[in-house]
Structures are given as structure tokens and as C-alpha cells.
């Protein structure tokens, strides 16, 4: 079952400007992850917030979490062309810690 | 530290025929994942293990596909016979304890072709 969808599904923007993609999930969650894939290659961590938590930074990320509705955002600043890759959520499921993912935002970065 | 390897990273089978894609997750992760992703779509989960046992394959095509964990380190999925819809990359994942808030590692991923 799918536990992220992600909105919207393809976003392009100009290097130096800033990209939001948003998250909702469906059942209860420990945490929520969010990954980005460069084409033809695997899935990188970039950051985890778990349920207790509103609101995260990892360098140019900042992640927030809204459990009442659900939902969850992804702001990348200050883009750059090496942004360029799609990006997916994955919700960790309360019950079954089965890690599900939506279908990802694909971004584009224009120099 | 290592990643999680996997091999091959490419195959490009006819249908009906068999494929093997191996893993080797990060040292000490005692969960195991192999995820499905179809071009335009997000990962699937199709088995996760804990050591060397199963803990969901409720996703896993089981009339085809197969895995196993035998010594509780490396995997191995296979399919047999593949079909063309079986066409998609097959990523391995691990983690050290299936506990809160621990990340998931993923490998580079075996992108298989089916024609």
C-alpha cells in the first residue's frame, strides 16, 4: 500500500531559487523519510523526522511534519543544478514498520 | 564504511527466461529489504528479513519471484519465469534493527529489462 504521495509531481525551477514539495501519507506513522534519487542510481537519505517532532534542518533542507493532517514538506534553498533528481517520502507505518513510499516529485534546476 | 552492494547492476533477459540478483547489506544490518520500483513510481516493498528469516513477503509475487537470507548476511532474489511487466530496478536496503528512527540504506539498485 502507498503511504506517501507527493505534490506536485514535477517541478522546475531556476538555480538559486528555492523548491517545496509536500507529502501526505494515510495511516499512523513513527517517522517519515525523505530520499532523493539522481536518475539511473539508487536511493540517498537525506533526512528522518520522527513523529514527535514539527520541524527539521540538514544544511540547505528543512523538513516539517504535520501529524494532525498528516502531512509533511520538503523545502530545498538556494538550489543548484546537482538538485536535479526526483524525490520521494516514505512513511515508517506505527504498526508494522514497513517503510512505504509515494510515487516522487521530479526536479529540474535550470542553470 | 561499505554501502550496500548489489549485483548485477544491469541485466537484459527474454521473457520466460530466469534472473538472480544478489546483495550484500552494510555489516551488522540485520534487516534486509528488497523494494521494486517501476519507472515513474516509487519503491515497493516485495520482502523484508530479519536475520535470516522472513518478517513480510506479503508483496512478493511468490508464484515467481523467490528469496532468501540464508546465513542471515547476503540475499538473494530471483525470478523465474520473468515477464515483461517484471521490468523495473530491484533495490536492496538494510538497517540495523528494525527499531524507531533508525535509517534505511540503499544500494545502487539491479535494473532489469525484460523483452
Known amino acids: 500500500s502507498q503511504q506517501g504521495e507527493e505534490d506536485p509531481q514535477a517541478l522546475s525551477i531556476q538555480e538559486g531559487e528555492n523548491a517545496t514539495m509536500n507529502c501526505s501519507y494515510k495511516t499512523s506513522i513513527n517517522n517519515l523519510q525523505w530520499y532523493r534519487q539522481n536518475s539511473g542510481r539508487g536511493l540517498v537519505h537525506l533526512i528522518l523526522?520522527?513523529?514527535?517532532?514539527r520541524e527539521k534542518h540538514s544544511g540547505r533542507l528543512r523538513v516539517t511534519l504535520d501529524t494532525s493532517k498528516k502531512s509533511s514538506s520538503l523545502l530545498i534553498t538556494a538550489s543548484r543544478a546537482a538538485d536535479t533528481a526526483s524525490y520521494f517520502c516514505?512513511?515508517?507505518?506505527?504498526?508494522?514498520?514497513?517503510?512505504?513510499f509515494g510515487a516522487g516529485t521530479t526536479v529540474t534546476v535550470r542553470a | 564504511e561499505a554501502g550496500v552492494a548489489q549485483s548485477p547492476r544491469y541485466k537484459i533477459i527474454e521473457k520466460r527466461q530466469s534472473v538472480a540478483f544478489w546483495c550484500n547489506p552494510i555489516?551488522?544490518?540485520?534487516?534486509l529489504y528488497w523494494y521494486q520500483q517501476i519507472l515513474g513510481q516509487g519503491p515497493k516493498l516485495l520482502i523484508q528479513f530479519q536475520n535470516n528469516g522472513v518478517v513480510d513477503d506479503s508483496q512478493l509475487p511468490k508464484d515467481r519471484f523467490s528469496a532468501e537470507r540464508l546465513k542471515g548476511v547476503d540475499s538473494t532474489l530471483k525470478i523465474q519465469p520473468a515477464k515483461l511487466e517484471d521490468s523495473a530496478v530491484y533495490l536492496c536496503?538494510?538497517?540495523?534493527?528494525?527499531?524507531?528512527?533508525?535509517?534505511?540504506?540503499f544500494g545502487e539498485g539491479s535494473w532489469l529489462t525484460v523483452v
Open positions: 523526522i520522527r513523529s514527535n517532532e
Open positions: 516514505a512513511g515508517e507505518g506505527s504498526n508494522d514498520y514497513k517503510l512505504s
Open positions: 536496503a538494510s538497517r540495523p534493527l528494525r527499531d524507531l528512527g533508525n535509517t534505511i540504506y
Open positions: 555489516s551488522g544490518h540485520a534487516t
